[in-house]
Structures are given as structure tokens and as C-alpha cells.
């Protein structure tokens, strides 16, 4: 089945440790792609979005994915995490021009 | 302020009670989304909207039920068909920027006993 998939379930680390997370999408053709984050008892936000051009995107606080079309991924990462990064983060694909079809998520906590 | 509104924030129901959980967005956005989102499977899409009086089921629909009769409110109905409707429901809306521009409400906590 077609479907977006985030390996990385719950992630730990450790204050100025590097950060990837893991997404995978199945569906073929065009894609647009995003990553959501979820900070406790706060509202969804957009982190970053992938339309098209260059495949390494820049978003917001320091993130940055990188879209590889012959893997299917869109991973997440940041060199640097803070505690302030402690949340749940969310890949997404678009499907069908108008769904966008998220991920089961990621829970980062990250250490002092 | 624009922006999206949900109440309540945390609702209680009776099992077989069916409970409509509301969805205001003052933003002008066309399209409304509704997600259900539960610990380890993420958002699922439940429906949508694109325009006023016109709706289409997403990938759980069953139990549920909405209806757009004015562009600003996109409320959801969980019904007592839906076999477990304890879960965090996310509305969201889609402004005429495309994708750019979604905006997600703050959420309804629905506990069912």
C-alpha cells in the first residue's frame, strides 16, 4: 500500500548530538513533501517543504531535509539539537493534489 | 487574529452518545481538513472539504460524518458507529496559497467511557 513511513519512532539525544530522522514515501510520480513538528500542548507548524529545485531545503530553527528522489526519502537533520527540540515530528507527502498523508511521527527528547 | 478554533478543548462522552466536535476558521480558506491523530499512527485523514457544500471521505471515514454549509465552519460528527472514537482530532485549512499555507487548529482530546 501506498504510504509515508518514519522508521525512527523515538529518537533520545543528548543536547549539541546531530539529528537525522527517517522518512520513506511510496507513492510514484511528483511529490511534494513536508515536515511538521508538534512541540508539547502547542499547534502543528510547518518546519519545512520540499516543491521542487534544489532537493536540500532549509526550514525554519536550524532543520534541513534533503529530498532524494531515487531513495524515496526526505530525511530530516539538524547538526545541533537543543532541549527546546524536544517534540514530535511529522513527515508528510501530498496525494493526489489535494490529501496531504502524514507519517506515524517521530518523539525526539533531547537531554541537557 | 486569524486563525483556526476548536472546542471544546477536552470533550467526555457516553459510549453510543454521538458528539459533534467544532471546527471555526476565520482565515477565508476555501479548503478544511479533518485528521484524527493517535500515539504511534500519526494524523489520519478523516475528511475534507475544498468548497462550501462539498465534501470527500479521506482514509478513515467509516463512523463519521461532516457537513459545510458556510466556508468558515467545518464541523465533524463521531458517531456511535465509530468503534473507537477516544482520540486527539486536528481540524485544518488550506489557504489560497496552496500548500504553503495550512494552518492546523489547536485540537479536540474526545474521551469516550
Known amino acids: 500500500a501506498q504510504s509515508v513511513s518514519q522508521h525512527n519512532h523515538h529518537v533520545i539525544l543528548s543536547e549539541a548530538a546531530s539529528l537525522e530522522l527517517g522518512c520513506n514515501y511510496s507513492?510514484?510520480?511528483?511529490?511534494?513533501l513536508f515536515w511538521y513538528v508538534q512541540y508539547p500542548g502547542q499547534h502543528l507548524q510547518l518546519l519545512l517543504k520540499?516543491?521542487?529545485?534544489?532537493?536540500l531545503v532549509k526550514g525554519i530553527k536550524g532543520f534541513e531535509a534533503e529530498f532524494i528522489k531515487s531513495k524515496f526519502s526526505f530525511n530530516l537533520r539538524k547538526p545541533s539539537v537543543q532541549w527546546s527540540d524536544t517534540a514530535e515530528y511529522f513527515c508528510?507527502?501530498?496525494?493526489?493534489?489535494?490529501?496531504?498523508?502524514f507519517g506515524t511521527g517521530t518523539r525526539l527528547q533531547v537531554f541537557p | 487574529d486569524g486563525g483556526i478554533t476548536q472546542s471544546p478543548k477536552y470533550l467526555f462522552r457516553k459510549e453510543g452518545q454521538n458528539v459533534t466536535l467544532s471546527c471555526e476558521q476565520n482565515?477565508?480558506?476555501?479548503?478544511m481538513y479533518w485528521y484524527r491523530q493517535d500515539p504511534g499512527q500519526g494524523l489520519r485523514l478523516i475528511y475534507y472539504s475544498q468548497i462550501v457544500n462539498d465534501f470527500q471521505k479521506g482514509d478513515i471515514a467509516e463512523g463519521y460524518s461532516v457537513s459545510r454549509e458556510k466556508k468558515e465552519s467545518f464541523p465533524l460528527t463521531v458517531t456511535s458507529a465509530q468503534k473507537n472514537p477516544t482520540a486527539f482530532y486536528l481540524c485544518a485549512s488550506l489557504g489560497a496559497g496552496g500548500w504553503d499555507e495550512q494552518f492546523f487548529g489547536p485540537g479536540t482530546r474526545l474521551t469516550v467511557l
Open positions: 520540499y516543491f521542487s529545485g534544489d532537493p
Open positions: 482565515l477565508n480558506h476555501d479548503a
Open positions: 507513492y510514484g510520480g511528483t511529490v511534494n
Open positions: 508528510a507527502v501530498i496525494k493526489d493534489t489535494d490529501k496531504l498523508i
